[in-house]
């Protein structure tokens, strides 16, 4: 039996170049990176459109008629998707550094951007995935939407991996997450603006099809807290001090408490679908806030 893979990876990374040379999304994105005007909103689009283009390619040219025995073979799987999703790494990162790099810029920080690292698991979970039917038609899906959501993953864990690194420097990262097209109730309870590294676990994840993003918006150097104090409180007395570091403190803790219960009810709305967020709210308060 002849081997079909190097045909088959040139026929598909020939027609992802096609693609990836005429589209016009592309190409703006490019001129907003040589004009310093790119932004993670950017990076974001540019992930989705590499990752539909990829997924284009591999809708056209695998199939169960040129596959053996009409299956992905794990080693067929496995020659095919590491070098198109690295080549989707590769140009995701380079838009990614872009984008931090304009920011750090623009918020007179001298950091360099950090790249994320290519996540192996996740890829070895799609080959899995795909090759463990007999039949291809039953897992061609794998090859859709799931690499569209890879190709956005990088993007958001760049965000991630930028933030910490920042937050870990003495700044205090903002990040936001918004809702695109109405999506869904779980983005919808997971929009909103946060600062680093008080975030919900879930702030960077995506379902399929979900085309919400999350950017960088914000970094500041941490205020040192002691100097501004004394400045400010300087006239306060004793016992005022004694109210208002009482009032931070329950202010902290209010906060946290707020971002775990969100956390765990969207962890309980997880494992049981058919529960209501109100429900899965009670069920936690009741039971679980006090663990
Ligand atoms: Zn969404």
């Known amino acids: 039996m002849s081997d079909v893979v190097p045909e088959l990876l040139k026929e598909i990374q020939d027609d992802f170049q096609r693609q990836f040379r005429s589209n016009s999304k592309v190409i703006d994105i490019y001129g907003k990176i040589r004009s310093h005007l790119a932004t993670y909103k950017e990076a974001n689009e540019f ?3 590499c ?7 591999f809708k056209k040219y695998l199939t169960t008629d040129v596959l053996p025995e ?3 073979w794990y080693n067929i799987a496995t020659r095919i998707l590491t070098p198109t999703l690295r080549n989707n790494y590769s140009l995701i990162t380079d838009v990614t550094d872009s984008a931090q790099q304009i920011f750090n810029e623009k918020n007179g920080i001298g950091f360099k951007p950090i790249t994320p690292a290519f ?6 979970g799609l080959i899995d995935k795909v090759s463990n039917a007999e039949n291809y038609d039953e897992v061609s899906w794998v090859m859709d939407e799931p690499i569209v959501n890879f190709s956005q993953s990088i ?5 991630k991996d930028n933030a910490d690194f920042q937050f870990r420097s003495g700044m205090t990262p903002k990040i ?7 999506c869904c109730e779980w983005c919808q309870r997971l929009a ?3 600062e680093y590294p008080y975030v919900p676990t879930d702030v960077y994840r995506k379902h399929n099809r979900c085309r919400c993003t999350v950017e960088y918006i914000s970094t500041e150097k ?12 300087e006239e306060e007395s004793p016992a005022d001090k004694q109210r208002r570091l009482l009032k931070e403190q329950r202010e902290q803790q209010t906060a946290s408490r707020r971002i775990a219960e969100r956390n765990a009810v969207q962890e309980l709305m997880r494992q049981h679908p058919d529960w209501s967020e109100a429900g899965a709210t009670k069920y936690y308060r009741m039971n679980l806030s006090r663990q």
Do not use: C, H, P
Not at 52 to 57: D, G, P, T, V
Not at 155 to 159: L, M, N, P, R
């Open 155 to 159: 993007v958001d864990q760049a965000i």
């Open 192 to 194: 909103g603006t946060y």
């Open 47 to 49: 992930s989705i459109q």
């Open 176 to 182: 936001r997450r918004t809702v695109v097209g109405g």
């Open 119 to 124: 996540n192996t698991d996740r890829l070895n």
């Open 51 to 57: 990752g539909e283009m990829l997924a284009n390619s």
């Open 70 to 72: 009409g299956r992905m």
């Open 222 to 233: 941490k205020q040192n807290v002691w100097t501004k104090q004394t400045e400010y409180f």
